[in-house]
């Protein structure tokens, strides 16, 4: 019988929008958990901060273990995590005497399958038998745009029709999704990315120069989206005077809706663009975005920047993945992990140096976001050297 590995992409398309919803859901409400449980903003900020480091720890644990335990389980439990840590939220912190610590532990529990869908979906995919691979890629990746979208918009309607008093029904509600695609990872053709005991060790991958420029890529990838999308509200309303739910959707909302774009465009027509060029093209669009929110008065300019940024990080995640497992077709899954783990430091770090920057400057994001340029400067320089080392590669085989 015929492998229905459509069902696979349909399964991965859910992974990704479960990554979403762990995402981006708790931050929504942020305020609420400071009215409802009286947890200082202080403390509440260690929430994002906990997500994020979970999963880079996830990151390199996978990088090890997921091809001894195998793919199909590790995802299994990747979507069961996501869906326990989410009925985790609803009920956890009001039965603990800490409700803070009923919040972490439940963050700490879909963090770890938030870490576990990002590492191996991409390599689920990779082994598929599709043709272009890079379009299918970098379609796949959009799914976590189109997530985060809708986490937003259906959220902010939900709240605005039964209260945000209602939100441990909605974070339940969530969690049905990674609760049905349990069945789908389950029953879904899955191969393996590499023979068994092919994969090359991380040792073999730190010895190689392409693996090495593919970890800055990710890492100004990561820094690249997550600057922009993180302080995208901030900087609507106090750089351009909008107010807080205008700033919302023009802000992190459109971010996404644009990067979505940018991911289904090259995911239909991949087939006949040239990936590396693409890339570099989109690192000096991001250059611009950038320099356009920093500098310029106008306040349409400015939130055009803020905007088509999403636009131009869009191909720059899922294109380093595409480039890397081309190059090294036995990378396995210690090289999607620790991709994944660069790509998460560098959204780690990227909006803690915009912030910083903005501090130290009297609180002026616009000087924030001008440090930020460094980022997609760095890539695009980087991209320079790796078709170098290809060109130089290509004629050292010729002869």
Known sequence: MAKNYKKTLTACYLGFITQAITANFAPLLFLKFHSEYNIPLGKIALISTIFFLVQLVVDILCSYFADSLGYRKCVVVSELCAASGLIGLAFLPGILNKPLMGIIISVIIYAV????????????????PFDHKEAAMSLLHSFYCWGSVGVILLSTVFFTVFGTGSWKWLACIWALIPLYNIYNFATCPIEPIVDEGKGMKISHLFKVPLFWISIILMVCAGASELSMAQWASAYAESALGLSKSTGDLAGPCMFAVTMGISRVIFGKYGGRMDLMKFMAGSGCLCLACYVAASISNNPVIGLAGCIMCGF????????TISICSRRLPEGGTAMFGLLAMAGDLGGAFGPGIVGNITQNANNDLRKGMLAGCIFPLVLIISLFILKKLWRDKNIKNKF
């Open 312 to 319: 131009s990080v869009g191909i720059m995640w899922p294109g």
């Open 113 to 128: 399958g938030s870490g576990l869908i990002e590492v191996l979906c991409s390599p689920i995919v990779e082994a598929c």
